[in-house]
């Protein structure tokens, strides 16, 4: 089942999260009207987790059981090449301009392993954390699916044991954030802020909203666009009187988790706009801006000079723009046609 009001929610968590990286500097996001919200846009990777929980509870929940080798191949296919491809485009910029790559990082990049060892969190294509941490939700869903979604009797016990996750998770974090020198220790910081096992509460959290939304939602659409804004908003709020506290590793789940079911089982006019076909291609090259981003703004600096651009705002643009064609171009004639190529491979 796709939903595809939500494809564009991507592309505007992947476009902040650039703007969270390269861009806090330039107008108009330096500016204090708005500069609270990118200075904390980091939490568009946690909404990426609990949407990644949401899509596969759409997409598997009335296939239980799955077939765990084609659900991992499935997903392998979806997003590993372009991956792939981004880490030795990194590689190779780096060979040019005579950075050395340490070969323990090399091979734990490569194999999407590089979050779980926090001294390599951030090696070479810094972005490729997250995806590592992806690898985990992919191999724990069919699991998941099958122990604790596949009987209707165990659902409660699935709601609790994901709620005594998450409380504690949020706990552990905000504890360690004001008990330790968390910005001082970059091995503590990486393991607190990168470490998959730290975010699996987010995916679980998503995961429940699917069941959630496929069981009593679903049937029940309407127009909800007056709560969608509501709930945008306090969003907003949030993140402008944070209050003290930390939103990185799923606090913002309280909010992200009716958003999306609210947005799935929304008739209004937000969801009409939300499917205009340049918003939903948008999205779907969300993953490439995501993936693309470090060697592009790498590269880009590099080009930059040539070109003759001194000013932080004009680089910040060029390299946007440079990025938005990157990410479509691999999307159109990388992403998708090795996904039906080695989708028909496995048929085969």
């Known amino acids: ?3 595809d009001q939500l494809t564009f929610l991507r592309f505007i968590a992947a ?12 107008a108009p996001f330096h500016g204090s009207e708005i500069s609270f919200l990118f200075k904390q846009a980091n ?27 084609q659900f991992l191949w499935n997903r392998f296919v979806r997003i590993y090449p372009v991956y792939f491809l981004a880490l030795i485009g990194v590689c190779l910029f780096f060979f040019y301009v ?13 194999f999407c392993l590089q979050a779980w060892v926090p001294s390599a969190a951030l090696s070479i294509n810094k972005p490729g954390w997250s995806i590592s941490v992806e690898a985990l939700f992919y191999g724990v869903f069919p699991f998941i699916l099958h122990h604790f979604y596949a009987k209707k009797s165990s659902i409660p016990y699935t709601l609790v044991g994901i ?43 998503g995961t429940f909203c699917g069941w959630y939304f496929l069981t009593y939602q679903k049937a029940s659409e309407h127009n909800y666009d007056i709560l969608i804004v509501v709930l945008f908003s306090m969003i907003i709020m949030l993140l402008k009187f944070p209050l003290g506290l930390q939103f990185h590793n799923g606090l913002m789940a309280v909010l992200f988790a009716p958003l999306l ?28 801006i995501y993936v693309w981003q470090y060697p592009v703004f ?5 080009l930059v000079k040539w070109i003759g651009l001194h000013n932080a705002a004009p680089i910040f643009y060029f390299n946007l723009l440079f990025l938005l064609i990157v990410a479509s171009t691999s999307y159109l004639y990388f992403e998708k046609p090795i996904r039906k190529y080695l989708l028909k491979l496995a048929q085969a």
């Open 15 to 26: 476009i902040a999260i650039v703007i969270y990286h390269y861009g806090l500097s330039v």
């Open 43 to 69: 939490i568009g990777v946690s909404f990426f987790y609990i949407l990644s929980g949401f899509v596969m509870m759409l997409a598997y929940a009335h296939k239980s059981p799955i077939d765990t080798k």
């Open 98 to 110: 005579q950075v050395p790559i340490n070969g323990k990082d090399f091979i734990l990049s490569l």
């Open 1 to 3: 089942m796709r939903i």
């Open 163 to 205: 709620l005594v996750i998450f409380l504690l998770s949020q706990l552990g974090f905000h504890y360690f954030l004001h008990t330790y020198p968390i910005h001082t220790n970059q091995a503590l910081h990486h393991f607190i802020y990168y470490f998959p096992l730290l975010h699996i509460n987010e995916f679980l959290v």
């Open 298 to 302: 790498i590269m880009g600096n590099k």
């Open 261 to 288: 079911i609210t947005i799935s089982a929304n008739k209004g006019i937000i969801t009409r706009l939300l499917n205009k076909k340049p918003l939903l291609f948008l999205g779907e090259i969300s993953y490439g």
